[in-house]
Nanobody, 123 residues
Framework: QGQLVESGGGLVQAGGTLRLSCQGSGRSFSDLGMGWWRQTHEEEREFVAS???????LYPKSAKGRFSISRDNAKNTLYLQINNLQPEDTAIYYCAANHLAVSTNYLNDYETWGQGTQVTVSS
């Protein structure tokens, strides 16, 4: 199993933009389906976006066009851009990999998880 390391989180004002990165290592990154999830300590892990090995994205309806997932297989890197950040976006953001290679919003499809990166949005 490879490792996933997230970066790019931080403190941002409402209305701002962040781009999160997830660096993969080990198993061929391009063979994996990838996803972004987020969690606060009060809630269960929430699906944010996913992308298949072929680059097909999937978003929840709640994303409202503010989230954009992408991948650069040459760099073994997954990205998540979040526009118009709101205080309710405050959470730890995790990237995850699934060996099904699909774009999926099912938590149990993901076998490998990063440690997470904190995003805090001030009002």
């Amino acid at each position: 199993q490879g490792q996933l390391v997230e970066s790019g989180g931080g403190l941002v004002q409402a209305g701002g933009t962040l781009r999160l990165s997830c660096q993969g290592s080990g198993r061929s990154f391009s063979d994996l389906g990838m996803g972004w999830w987020r969690q606060t300590h009060e809630e269960e892990r929430e699906f944010v976006a996913s992308i298949s090995w072929r680059g097909e994205p999937l978003y929840p309806k709640s994303a409202k066009g503010r989230f954009s997932i992408s991948r650069d297989n040459a760099k073994n890197t997954l990205y998540l851009q979040i526009n118009n950040l709101q205080p309710e976006d405050t959470a730890i953001y995790y990237c995850a990999a699934n060996h099904l290679a699909v774009s999926t919003n099912y938590l149990n499809d993901y076998e490998t998880w990063g440690q997470g990166t904190q995003v805090t949005v001030s009002s």
